[in-house]
């Protein structure tokens, strides 16, 4: 079964980083899936927020993302970061990891808190 992990959210004031992991099944890695962070603020849908090929090196962010964040994947541990950077109060909200194609084995996320 296909399993997401995700860890390191936490309250940051704005300016400030965070680094969040997320350890997913072998499975992802073996079979070459792409791996990606969703952000989901309050009463929103979940948005696209980094998009890495695991492989390759391969990334994607949104235009509105660029610079901010930096996706990386250790391979060897079935693991991607998500260094965030410059946060500000719309970054809060739970953060999901997930591939393309989709897993419906959603992990339980990571809460990120941006407040003074």
């Known amino acids: 079964q296909v399993q997401f992990v995700e860890s390191g959210g936490g309250l940051v004031q704005p300016g400030g980083s965070l680094r969040l992991s997320c350890t997913a099944s072998e499975i992802i890695f073996s079979e070459r899936r792409h791996i990606v962070w969703y952000h989901q603020a309050p009463g929103k849908q979940r948005r696209l927020v980094a998009q890495?090929?695991?492989?390759?090196?391969?990334?994607y962010y949104p235009e509105y993302i660029k610079d901010r964040f930096i996706i990386t994947a250790d391979s060897d541990k079935n693991t991607v970061f998500l260094q965030m950077r410059n946060l500000n109060p719309d970054d809060s909200g739970m953060y999901y990891c997930?591939?393309?194609?989709?897993?419906?084995?959603w992990g339980q996320g990571t809460q990120v808190t941006v407040s003074s």
């Open positions: 890495i090929s695991p492989w390759d090196g391969n990334i």
């Open positions: 997930n591939s393309i194609p989709l897993s419906g084995s």
